[in-house]
């Protein structure tokens, strides 16, 4: 019934905006419109739309959950109690459809016959509703179509409101996020001190069964965290800062159009491959290959490293630095570089002096989405650096960063009263306010350069 809901909604939609939009142009020939005629067929279209996709969005899943009670309702009372709800409205529907592997209980063959019919007939006076409210909105609004009528300001005031809601979710969807976060927070901070969470220098969430088994009381300093960020992040940055900017100065200055064409495509082809590939690559090829020379050195590496990991994430990244700051250098005005030329500037100087100098704005916008994206990797740690949250600074031992341990400490079934589990919630936090930080910082920086070349 729904797709038949929504097929007929948007034949509806497409015959009310071409009927209107004829109608307004006949009217046109005759006199001035107010409008567009595109704007009439949009208002007649607007007013099958809306309620229609209203009826459906709030109506379809009001039939689904009266559907699935009067289902469940035909079990005996005293099994509704052992009942697991999706367990069984999963069997439910299956037999509705005809897909049931297995024989079938008496009471699950009637619970899907009730469930048929309660929805057979909800659905099908949902269908006949809506298709009801369409043809009167497709009445209403060719009624309204005349010379005078401002059809324009209707359909134009009915977008702005579609892009304030859409604004509005999304603000309230961050707030959301962030407030939820916060409160698993606190509650962390009622079990764990702040200054022991903020500045301790062990981590070992793990809470044993007993009391006199170690580790029970757990650690939870996220000094190591910390510093394993930072680590892998410092090693990221070194390999994709120059290696990504320098590709973009040669692409956007010195390469020919037939090269840029096909070389700027293949650069980016990095950044669409999975991480987890981009973690077998670092677990199963660099990571050996640095242990190896680090042996034939005299070196002690550790099988999972920062190295590694750092490494394979620097590649990651490389094209999130090279494309941002690709088209940042490209959209520096061309007067500039004219200038520099006429003022006896070689190409170099010119770049280095002027292009780069005018574009640090946004270069510093691509390094600073960059640090962002490499301190928010989970895979590639998780496959190449390890979970052990060591306190080092050696980029050849094991260490471990925010996003591991959450996906860690949240994989499996939780306990949310317990000060590990919190931890994530508290991790999440710590992580958001280092994000942020980064992009106020960057937002400085851009504003103050933005303001002297612009």
Known sequence: MAAIYLIGLALLVAVGFFFGRAR??????????????????????????????????IGFPVAQSIADNQALAEFDPSMQEDLRRGATLRDIRTLAAGQFSGQPTDALRRAAETYSSVKWIFEGSLLALGFAIGLLGFAMGFRSLVAPFRARNHVERFVKIVLFASATVAVLTTLGIVMSVLFETLRFFQKVSPVDFLFGTQWSPQTAIRADQVGSSGAFGIVPLVVGTLLITFIAMIIAGPVGLFAAIYMAEYATPRFRNWAKPVLEILAGVPTVVLGFFAALTVAPSIRGWGEWFGLNVASESALAAGIVMGMMIIPFISSLSDDVINAVPQSLRDGSYAMGATKSETIKKVILTAALPGIVSAFMLAISRAVGETMIVVMAAGLAGNLTFNPLEAVTTFTVQIKTILVGDQEFDSAKTLS????????FFFTLTLNVIALQIVKRYREQYD
């Open 424 to 431: 994530a919630f508290a991790l999440g936090f710590v992580l």
């Open 24 to 57: 307004a142009a006949v009217i046109g020939q005759a006199t001035q419109l107010h409008s567009r005629p595109n704007y009439h067929g949009a208002f007649v279209a607007l007013g099958i739309l809306v309620p229609m996709f209203v009826i459906f969005t």
